[in-house]
């Protein structure tokens, strides 16, 4: 082929592809179908978790109730149960203690294998069931919690604002192992034993009949399971006297009772040592109250 032909060609190959380009341009434009997904998704991804939340008051209620089946077994939980780890701020196997600088907070002491924290702290389990409200489990869920102090060097979480009304709540607990669940600062000279207890005074100075006019009298007990403002029966074996007060004071093993009306009906005679016997009729347990104080 002569070259004058080649540059023919050509010159029809270039108007052919400028028509073709023109021709498109020309074309009406279609509907935009633009991706309704990110472009890095291979494939379309279908929603595993989907959030529902009420923004209603309910959140503000205490996270359990101690009338829901927590563990599958077919039994509802009625109190704190120790084999169950409730969720909540506090690691269910750490020991804490109430530290009352910057307004207050809990501080981890040690790691417990079994919950338990023998009278030297809190138990992070038990304070879980005392405490959480269903917003601290929401927001715990979510972000980790609300964090009043997030720092480089601390974090402190803070518990939602509870109204001093419905909104507050109370958790009473009455079980054996309470001494390893809360600190001895907290049941001072209480034990959990069962009541009905009865303990027979070992002092050779205890009140006869007659003194016990007085409204406030001394007893010392060789074992103590009272606490103030507990109700304490008072047995008098010879004669037999039965007489009910409350216990005003704890000093050692002293317990200061205050008996109304103690000496109605009772013949002035002196008392043996070992005639009167004591007997707790308070309940054992320990209320927990829970409310924000502004």
């Avoid at 563990?71 to 909540?88: C, Q």
């Avoid at 790691?111 to 405490?131: M, R």
């Avoid at 518990?159 to 192992?177: E, P, V």
């Avoid at 047995?235 to 009306?261: E, H, K, M």
Wanted: one cysteine or more; hydrophobic letters at 35%; aromatic letters at 12%.
């Amino acid at each position: 082929m002569k070259t004058s032909q080649k540059i023919a060609t050509y010159a029809l190959m270039l108007f052919q592809s400028s028509w073709f380009i023109s021709s498109v341009l020309a074309a009406p434009p279609g509907p935009l179908d633009l991706a309704q997904s990110p472009l890095f998704y291979g494939f379309q991804q279908k929603p595993i978790v989907m959030l529902n939340l009420t923004k209603d008051n309910q959140l503000h209620f205490k996270a359990y109730t101690d009338y829901s089946d927590l563990d599958d077994d077919g039994i509802p939980e009625l109190t704190y149960k120790h084999s169950f780890n409730y969720y909540g701020y506090w690691d269910s196997q750490k020991c804490y203690e109430y530290k009352s600088s910057n307004n207050g907070f809990y501080a981890p002491t040690g790691y417990s294998a079994d919950k338990y924290c023998a009278g030297t702290g809190w138990s992070g389990n038990f304070l879980n069931w005392v405490a959480t409200s269903r917003m601290d489990s929401v927001r715990k869920i979510l972000y980790g919690g609300k964090r009043s102090t997030d720092s480089t060097t601390e974090t402190v979480l803070e518990r939602n604002f509870l109204t001093m009304d419905a909104h507050s709540w109370a958790k009473f607990y009455n079980g054996a192992d309470l001494n390893k669940l809360v600190p001895d600062s907290v049941l001072g000279t209480f034990t959990a034993t069962a009541p009905g207890t009865t303990y027979a005074s070992t002092t050779a100075t205890l009140p006869t009949v007659t003194a016990m006019a007085t409204a406030t009298n001394y007893f010392v007990t060789s074992s103590i399971s009272a606490r103030i403002g507990d109700q304490i029966k008072l047995t008098q074996i010879t004669p037999d006297v039965i007489r009910y007060g409350r216990v005003t004071a704890i000093s050692g093993t002293r317990l200061t009772i205050n008996i109304p009306n103690a000496t109605v009906g009772i013949i002035g005679v002196a008392v043996p040592v070992s005639s009167w016997q004591l007997e707790n009729l308070s309940a054992t347990g320990v209320t927990f109250c829970n409310t924000t104080f502004i």
